[in-house]
């Protein structure tokens, strides 16, 4: 399973919080011309004009009307990036990642989208609308073709969607699906992905390539998002009670430069760094490995290379990175107590909660050497 390789979008609600006039347009017609159906303004969120017409405008004569109307509405209406959108995008390019805005719009309402946003054409690679698929979501043909696109596993992609049919054609597709709380509330998407987001505020590519490593390995998480933590005392004032032991992690270099050490322990402790230095060496040496002689904190140019990590955002996720299972992991004895523990998920900005039996399974995965030792 590979780093995620391409991003795939949902249009209305998703990048643009156009969602609210939609259902404004689209509330009349109803009134107008299928009174018969209560919300149908919500029913048919995500899904295409095709569809729209077969399943409840059949009389060509009202299509033609409410087409005429529409490319008017679309035509006057704004489109607003969500916030944290352009931010987030940007980041996912830096980092290589191939992205497509896959929408049930047609090519048509997009003439308007890039009167308004003619940036379009450079943040994604590829626009996909109704024209180019045959089913409509909540199937999830639209974001299987995303995929094909772009050459790109199904475990190698992740969808942004925030309607229930667009959800649904994630789900489907069996790629990584994020819902965007933008149209509906967390609560209410919250069983049709894999994860909410309030809005791209505070999210990252590392963040989505570790969740999206979690789900492909069938390891369960929580994570909430929150304004940068990068010491413990800035993190306190985001962590959730979430019950889980919150953990300090810190990342040195052996005397000659040549292995490097990840430890963990309770986020409380201040670690006496010459104590342990000793335990180490003793409990490396117990195991035929080297002695680390003096230990040091590794520099930002090591833990970039080792760990894929920019300082501040320390954790045992940055291991997915190591893929030549260079960086040996100690935990403290005493987190063998707690049944959660709590990590960045490769960005201060964040917290992910997993299972304590989870991470060993994890590092298991991965290969790294790893044991559980007193640091204290």
Known sequence: MGKIKAALFDLDGTLFDTEGQYSVFWGRMAR????????????????TLTSIYANYFPDEDIQKEITKGLNEWEAQMTYEFVPGALEFIEDLKAHGVKCAVVTSS????????????????????????SEDFTASKPAPDCYLQGAKVFDAQLDECV??????????????????????????????????????????????????????????????????????????????????????????????RNHKGNQHYLVSFQCDHDMDIHDMEQRLKARLMAKGLNSPGKLSFASAERMEKYLGLKPGSVSPFGLINDKEHHVIFFLDSKLQESETLSF?????????????????KIIDILGNTFEYTELY
């Open 106 to 129: 047609n090519r048509e309402k997009m003439l308007s989208v890039a009167r308004q946003r003619p940036e379009l054409d450079t943040l994604f690679d590829r626009i996909l609308t």
């Open 159 to 252: 969808v942004f969607e925030d309607a229930f049919n667009g959800l649904q054609a994630g789900m489907s597709s069996g790629i990584f699906t994020v819902g965007v709380a933008i149209s509906n509330p967390a609560d209410t998407i919250r069983n049709y992905c894999h994860h909410v987001i309030n809005d791209f505020t505070h999210f990252s590519y590392n963040q989505v390539d570790v969740l999206a490593w979690l789900k492909n390995h069938d390891i369960p998480f929580e994570c909430y998002h929150h304004p940068e933590g990068k010491t413990i005392e800035d993190a306190k004032l985001w962590w959730k009670e979430d019950g889980s032991e919150h953990c300090k992690n810190l990342f040195f």
């Open 32 to 47: 107008r011309y299928r009174p018969d159906i209560p919300h149908l303004e919500d029913i048919i969120k995500g899904t």
């Open 344 to 360: 960045h998920p490769n960005d201060c900005r964040g917290t992910v909660v997993i299972r304590r039996t989870d991470l060993e």
